[in-house]
């Protein structure tokens, strides 16, 4: 079983920057899909952004332009740039498969975008 350990999030101004980490254990990772998700108090988690085996992205609308989703195969780890953060972005953010068959949710990295 795969374990996945997110990191990066904190406290943020409107408008500022954060960079999410995701790393995971075991060579499985490199042949999956992988998407950031988040989940908001009293919402259903979603996804943010899927980034497949060989390097295709693509975005919720919402954070189109504004958040970037990368990989380092070599590391086990993807990543998400985060710019022009909004308050609507507060929520807790997750890794997981991007296609579904997820793996144990990981404990998550807590993302507050707050003057």
């Known amino acids: 079983q795969v374990q996945l350990v997110e990191s990066g999030g904190g406290l943020v101004q409107p408008g500022g920057s954060l960079r999410l980490s995701c790393a995971a254990s075991g060579s499985i990772f490199r042949f999956n899909a992988m998407g950031w998700y988040r989940q908001a108090p009293g919402k259903q988690r979603e996804l943010v952004a899927r980034?497949?085996?060989?390097?295709?992205?693509n975005y919720a609308d919402y954070v189109k332009g504004r958040f970037t989703v990368s990989r380092d195969n070599a590391k086990n780890t993807v990543y998400l740039q985060m710019n022009s953060l909004k308050p609507d972005d507060t929520a807790v953010y997750y890794c997981?498969?991007?296609?579904?068959?997820?793996?144990?949710w990981g404990q998550g990295t807590q993302v507050i975008v707050s003057s």
């Open positions: 980034i497949t085996a060989g390097g295709s992205t």
């Open positions: 997981n498969k991007g296609l579904g068959n997820y793996w144990d």
